[in-house]
């Protein structure tokens, strides 16, 4: 008799837990679908040349002399303070040695306007070209500091553009 009563028990218990992991019930809240693929939590748009940027789709006008290309290493120079606020890195400028300490989370990346070689956490790297002092703004590589602090970067020939994407 006291089987019995486990028995029902146990059948009451794993119906009742059936029921409640049904999403298609009548009261019940359906369960979002997962979505396919991953919407950016961060997307800027920097024209060459331009004296605006957009973040999010919002145009912002730069304080600071607009991205260019180097010459001789073909590389997308950005007004390094400019887009470190944009994106949510620290920015140190170290006058004595002309270094150049760029944090955010993790993530340490150390340049100096006096060499091509940078260390990111400590592990050394060779840049496309040194960072620049132009019109007293530290302008650095973009695709470097953009890859190295996660973000996706994206070039558009017709417009001229880098485009940069950080997802969550």
């Known amino acids: 008799m006291n089987i019995k009563k486990i028995l029902y028990g146990?059948?009451?218990l794993l119906l009742v837990?059936?029921?409640?992991?049904?999403?298609?019930?009548?009261?019940?809240?359906?369960?979002?679908?997962?979505?396919t693929k991953n919407t950016p939590q961060l997307t800027i748009k920097i024209p060459i040349g331009s004296s605006t940027v957009y973040v999010n789709g919002e145009e912002i006008d730069?304080?600071?002399?607009?991205a260019y290309?180097?010459?001789?290493?073909?590389?997308t120079?950005?007004?390094?303070r400019f887009i470190s606020e944009i994106i949510g890195a620290k920015v140190e400028w170290i006058p004595d040695t002309k270094e150049i300490v760029?944090?955010?989370?993790e993530k340490?990346?150390?340049?100096?306007?006096?060499?091509?070689?940078?260390t990111v956490n400590g592990k050394e790297f060779a840049l496309p070209c040194k960072p620049q002092i132009k019109e007293e703004r530290a302008f650095v590589p973009l695709k470097f500091i953009a890859q190295n602090l996660d973000f996706v970067v994206d070039w558009i020939p017709e417009s001229k553009t880098i485009v940069l994407y950080k997802g969550s």
């Open 108 to 118: 340490i990346i150390i340049m100096s306007t006096k060499s091509i070689n940078t």
């Open 77 to 80: 120079m950005v007004p390094l």
């Open 10 to 12: 146990l059948i009451i």
């Open 69 to 75: 290309i180097d010459e001789e290493s073909q590389t």
């Open 102 to 105: 760029i944090t955010q989370n």
């Open 17 to 35: 837990i059936n029921i409640s992991s049904c999403t298609n019930l009548p009261g019940t809240k359906k369960q979002p679908s997962s979505p």
């Open 62 to 66: 730069l304080t600071s002399p607009p």
